[in-house]
C-alpha cells in the first residue's frame, strides 16, 4: 500500500499508480486528439467504465451529469467503453451510442478490454477515481455513488489546492458536429387508429407523429428538450395503445409512465414521481406516488398496462381504474429463471408485445425471448442466460439471438423479434419451436409494427431502425432469410478458482463523511447463486454479511456465479436530526473455471479500496 503525503489537515488514504488508458478504437469527444493520464495531470480524473447495453451504465450516466457540470474547471470524467457484446466492440456502435446518450466527455473506445483489464473491473458499471498526482484513490461499482464521489471530489480539490497539485482550466471534451435528420435514434413506434405512425424519438426526446407512409412529418410533441415538465420527455422509448384512446408513453429517463391525448395534444404524468426507484422503496401503491427505474416498454394485456421496467429486471402494471401499480414479475435479480412470476429472474426486459393468451417479453441481456401466460408463470422461448449469444437459426433450444430490444406478435401466433444487435429481424413460431431470419441488413432495430391487410395473408410490417433514424417497410417474406451460424460469448475471461473453498469478500467501506445506517437492524445484504446452480456445494443464499465462505461441487469445471449485494449508508453528522441516506447496490455475474492452482479468493468493490490488492 502506498500512502500519500497530504496536507497536514487531509485524510490519509490508500493510493495505487493509475494504469494508463489504452483503448484500440481510440478517443471520441476530443477532436481526434489523444489524451495520457499525463495529460490530465492536476486534475481529478473519474474513470466510468460502461457499455452501452446496460441500463444501469446509463442511470449512472445521469447520475454524473450535475457532478460534471459543477465541477467543470477540476474534473476530468472519461467513459471507458468496454463491451459485453460482439457489437459493442464496433467502432461506429460506439460513436451511435455516445450521441445516443448524450455523453458530454470523452470516451475511450476499449473493444479488447485492455483498461477493464488493468484496473481489474468485473461489473458493469464500475466508478475509478485517480486524484490530481495520478494515484487510484476509490472504486465503485454499480449505483448509486454521486454523493459519496461528490463529497470526496470536494475533499480532492482542497487537498490538492492546499498542496498546489490541483490545476484548473477547461476539460478536453470537444463536443461532435449536430446531424439534420426527421427522427434521431428512435425507440418504438405504435400505428395509430388513423393509420398514421406515432415514433418515440428518443435522443430528442419528442414524440414524433409520422404519415402513413412512414417519412412525412406530421407534427412533434414535446419540447424537445431533457426534461419532466408538460410539455418535455426524457428519453422516451415504449408507446401503446390505452383503451380510452391515449397513448401510454415509457418516459424512461423520468423514470415515469406519461399519457399522451392524440386529440387534444395533452401530456400527463400517471405513473412515477419522477424518481428512481431503490431497494428498499415501495412495490405497489398509487402509481403517482411510487417510484419506477427506467421503464422500457409497455402494453396493454388482460386490462391492465403492463412495464418492462428494465432498471429492476421486473415486470410491472398500471390499472388505470384504480391508479395503482405494481410489481409483478421478477426478483430484482438479474439473470434467467422461469417459474411463478414473483420467483422468476430477469434481465433488463426492454420489450412487450401482448399476444392473446401471453405476453410477449424481449429480455434482451439475455438475448432472450420470453413470455408470461395468464396463469402468471413465466417461460423462456429462446435464450439461454447472460453470457451466450449469436445468430443461430433452428431449434429455439439451441437458437441464438444478441440483445434483442423488440417483440412483435403475428397473427398466426408467432412473433417476430427485433434481434438488435444482430441487426436482424427474427422470427419465433411456438406451433413449430423454430427460430428463422425475415430480414437482415437492418441497423439496430428496436421495434416493428404489423400494418397491411392481415386477413389478406400478405402483411408488412414496419420496422424502426434505429441507429439509421428512420422507420423501414418491409414485406414478410414467405420463405425465411439464410444466414451463417454464428455463436459468441462474452469477452470477459472467466476467473480461474481452485477447487473446493471460496473466500467471497465483496468491499465497503463508507463513503467519507458517512457510517453505515444501524437504526433498524444490519445495513447490509449479500444474495449469492450460481448457474449452474449444481456449481455451488454450500454458500448460496441471501444473508447480512457481506463476506462469505463458498464452497464449489465436485465434478462442475465451469459456470457463473451471481452475487448481488447492497449497502445502506447514512451522513455522519451529529449536529443533522435526519441525516441523508444513501444506497449503494450491484449485481454481478462472474463467469468462473474451477482449476487447480486457481484463487481461493473472490474480491468484489462495491465502494472503497480492497487494500489485500493495493501496493
Known amino acids: 500500500m502506498n500512502d500519500a503525503a497530504p496536507a497536514s489537515n487531509a485524510p490519509r488514504r490508500a493510493r495505487v499508480r493509475a494504469p494508463e488508458l489504452i483503448g ?77 446518450y448524450e455523453v458530454e466527455h470523452p470516451v475511450l473506445d476499449d473493444p479488447e478490454l485492455a483498461t477493464w483489464k488493468q484496473y481489474a473491473v468485473r461489473a458493469w458499471p464500475t466508478l475509478v477515481v485517480i486524484d490530481p498526482e495520478g494515484y487510484v484513490v476509490a472504486q465503485h461499482a454499480g449505483e448509486g455513488h454521486a454523493h459519496a464521489i461528490e463529497t470526496l471530489v470536494a475533499e480532492l480539490e482542497a487537498e490538492h489546492e492546499a498542496k498546489g497539485t490541483l490545476r484548473r482550466g477547461d476539460g478536453p471534451y470537444v463536443p461532435p458536429e449536430p446531424v439534420a435528420t426527421d427522427l434521431r435514434f428512435p425507440g418504438k413506434a405504435l400505428r395509430l387508429p388513423g393509420g398514421t405512425f406515432l415514433v418515440s424519438d428518443t435522443t430528442r426526446h419528442q414524440l414524433v407523429e409520422l404519415a402513413a407512409d412512414g417519412e412525412t412529418v406530421l407534427r412533434r410533441i414535446g419540447s424537445g428538450e431533457r426534461g419532466f415538465g408538460p410539455d418535455a420527455f426524457s428519453e422516451p422509448q415504449g408507446l401503446a395503445l390505452l383503451p380510452d384512446g391515449r397513448i401510454a408513453v415509457a418516459d424512461t429517463v423520468n423514470h415515469a409512465i406519461r399519457t399522451f391525448d392524440p386529440e387534444t395534444g395533452e401530456i400527463a404524468t400517471v405513473a412515477g414521481t419522477g424518481k428512481q426507484w431503490w431497494q428498499g422503496s415501495a412495490t405497489s401503491g398509487p402509481a403517482r406516488e411510487v417510484d419506477l427505474s427506467s421503464p422500457w416498454d409497455v402494453a396493454w394485456w388482460q386490462d391492465r398496462l403492463w412495464i418492462a421496467m428494465a432498471g429492476v429486471h421486473q415486470l410491472w402494471t398500471y390499472d388505470p381504474a384504480t391508479e395503482t401499480v405494481e410489481a409483478v414479475a421478477g426478483t430484482t435479480n438479474e439473470g434467467l429463471v422461469d417459474g411463478p412470476a414473483a420467483e422468476a429472474w430477469f434481465a433488463q426486459p426492454s420489450g412487450l408485445a401482448a399476444g392473446g393468451d401471453r405476453l410477449w417479453v424481449a429480455d434482451s441481456e439475455t438475448s432472450a425471448v420470453r413470455w408470461l401466460d395468464t396463469d402468471l408463470v413465466v417461460h423462456t422461448a429462446v435464450g439461454t442466460g447472460l453470457f451466450d449469444f449469436g445468430h443461430r437459426d433452428g431449434d429455439a433450444a439451441q437458437a441464438l439471438l444478441q440483445h434483442p430490444l423488440g417483440v412483435t406478435a403475428l397473427p398466426d401466433g408467432s412473433v417476430a423479434v427485433s434481434d438488435t444487435y444482430n441487426h436482424a429481424l427474427r422470427r419465433y413460431d411456438p406451433a413449430t419451436g423454430e427460430v428463422s431470419t425475415l430480414a437482415t441488413d437492418l441497423r439496430e432495430p428496436s421495434d416493428a409494427v404489423l400494418v397491411g391487410d392481415e386477413g389478406s395473408g400478405d402483411p408488412e410490417i414496419v420496422v424502426v431502425e434505429s441507429a439509421r433514424h428512420r422507420l423501414t417497410r418491409l414485406r414478410l417474406p414467405e420463405e425465411a432469410v439464410r444466414v451463417e451460424s454464428v455463436a459468441h460469448r462474452t469477452q470477459r475471461a472467466a ?121
Open 24 to 100: 484500440k478504437g481510440g478517443w471520441l469527444n476530443t477532436g481526434g486528439k489523444d489524451y495520457t493520464l499525463a495529460d490530465l495531470r492536476g486534475r481529478v480524473v473519474i474513470l466510468d467504465f460502461w457499455t452501452f447495453c446496460c441500463v444501469n451504465c446509463l442511470h449512472v450516466l445521469d447520475e454524473l451529469r450535475e457532478l460534471e457540470e459543477r465541477h467543470r474547471d477540476t474534473v476530468v470524467i472519461i467513459g471507458v467503453h468496454s463491451p459485453k457484446f460482439v457489437h459493442e466492440a464496433e467502432h461506429q456502435a460506439v460513436v451511435d451510442a455516445v450521441e445516443r
Open 495 to 615: 476467473t480461474e478458482v481452485g477447487p473446493g473453498k471460496l473466500s467471497l469478500d465483496v468491499i465497503f467501506q463508507a463513503p467519507v463523511g458517512q457510517k453505515l445506517d444501524l437504526r433498524y437492524g444490519p445495513s447490509t445484504r449479500l444474495l449469492v447463486s450460481s448457474t449452474p446452480p449444481e456449481l455451488l456445494a454450500s454458500g448460496d443464499g441471501a444473508d447480512t454479511d457481506l463476506s462469505r465462505d463458498l464452497v464449489l461441487a465436485d465434478g462442475v469445471t465451469e459456470g457463473v456465479l451471481h452475487v448481488s449485494a447492497m449497502a445502506a449508508s447514512c451522513d455522519d453528522d451529529p449536529a443533522i436530526e435526519y441525516p441523508a441516506c444513501h444506497v449503494h447496490q450491484q449485481d454481478w455475474g462472474v463467469p468462473v473455471r474451477v482449476v487447480e492452482g486457481g484463487t481461493g479468493r473472490l474480491a468484489l468493490v462495491l465502494a472503497g479500496m480492497d487494500e489485500a490488492s493495493a501496493e
